[in-house]
């Protein structure tokens, strides 16, 4: 008998899904797809077929045999993985002190024709990133569930037809029952976070959802119609605070308490399944998904935006960056950093 490898339940040989918890069983439909889970089991290094070797995560320098020539940096399967879909791009390294990567990312490209990439007109990129929270037990396996279920969720309904904020509501509810279906009691529950978004090659507006600290950010490259800022807002207990005007924001930064999460996926919270919000750029630019492991080190979107511009115009150069910025700062967290570009309006697939 063939079973699910999140949940185990029963599948069919030719289920595109496991009916349980929606865990994708294999490619669908014409769509590109790319995924890094953070499960031991299942992550291995994964950049793109056909692009430059993975650099150093710390410094940038060459790898011989996972060790870095220059710093001395090690990374073993699983440590670090990169993806890249032609206008979108993800990064995620295990950082400098956790034992594991407890962060999971996916990529896939929807409504693109047979072999299409993510820059083709008429498609749009789907893109998840997810947190392991480190106090639940197996982080890493309710992460790599949330953003397998989640991107192929979010996919499948763009593939449908559906609109991009009730495609992500779609994400948000398969993920949060893929984690779920991982717990072993009520007391045994993984968790995790969760930001995906959904954005037309095309340009114009894009959507984003999540639940939990896990953050979207719009580098708006300049543009005072869009300027960059965040387009999030954590459910953890600082803002919390900050939101019931009970603490101002430098007070409730310095809390011991300031991260603790207010929402989260996973078999011990059961008050909806995040949140979704709609953005329309009003121009070219750039959105940025990422982990705390980053945004810890660059909160400010204009800072966030002065970094990602440095690394140049390919998306996988912008997401390295990040990562290395994390690193180069302590690397205190796992660190997950996908760059997507976002054309003006009309203007996908024009020749500079």
């Known amino acids: 008998m063939l079973t699910c490898p999140v949940c185990g339940e029963a599948v069919a040989a030719e289920d595109f899904f496991c009916e349980h918890c929606g865990h994708a069983l294999r490619a669908t439909g014409n769509g590109a797809a790319a995924a890094a889970p953070a499960h031991p ?7 793109a077929a056909g692009a430059d070797p993975a650099p150093c995560a710390r410094c940038g320098a060459r ?5 870095c020539t220059a710093c001395g940096l090690r990374r073993r399967p699983g440590d670090h993985s990169e993806l890249s879909l032609a206008a979108a791009a993800g990064v995620s390294d295990r ?3 956790h034992e594991r990567n407890e962060d999971a990312m996916a990529l896939r490209v929807a409504g693109a024709a047979a072999g299409g990439r993510a820059g083709d007109a008429g498609s749009t990129v789907a893109a998840v990133v997810c947190d392991g929270v480190s106090s639940s037990p197996e982080p890493d396996s309710a992460a790599a569930a949330a953003a ?4 192929a969720a979010l996919a499948e309904s763009l593939e449908e037809g559906v609109a991009a904020p009730e495609a992500l509501s779609a994400a948000l509810l398969r993920a949060s029952r893929a984690v779920a279906a991982l717990a072993d009691s009520a007391g045994r529950a993984p968790a995790c976070t969760f930001v995906g978004a959904a954005v037309p090659a095309a340009g114009g507006p894009l959507a984003v959802g ?3 600290d896990s953050r979207a950010y719009w580098l708006g490259g300049g ?3 869009a300027p960059s800022s965040l387009l999030t807002r954590d459910d953890s207990w600082s803002e919390a605070m900050v939101a019931m005007s009970m603490l101002s924001p430098q007070e409730a930064a310095r809390s011991p308490q300031a991260h603790a999460l207010t929402a989260w996926l996973g078999a011990d919270y059961g008050h909806g399944a995040g949140r979704v919000a709609s953005f329309d750029p009003g121009g070219a630019g750039r959105l940025v998904l990422c982990s705390d492991g ?9 800072q966030l935006a002065e970094l990602v511009e440095s690394a140049g115009p390919d998306p996988l150069a912008a997401a390295r960056a990040c990562v290395r910025h994390a690193l180069r700062r302590g690397g205190r967290d796992n660190v997950t950093a996908v760059v997507i570009d976002v054309p003006a309006a009309g203007t996908a697939g024009e020749v500079p």
């Open 223 to 225: 543009s005072p119609a």
């Open 294 to 302: 980053l945004w810890n080190y660059v909160p400010d979107p204009q």
């Open 63 to 67: 790898l011989e045999g996972g060790t």
């Open 95 to 97: 950082g400098l002190h």
């Open 210 to 212: 999540w639940v939990g």
């Open 41 to 47: 089991a299942a992550h291995a290094a994964s950049a």
């Open 148 to 151: 397998a279920a989640g991107s």
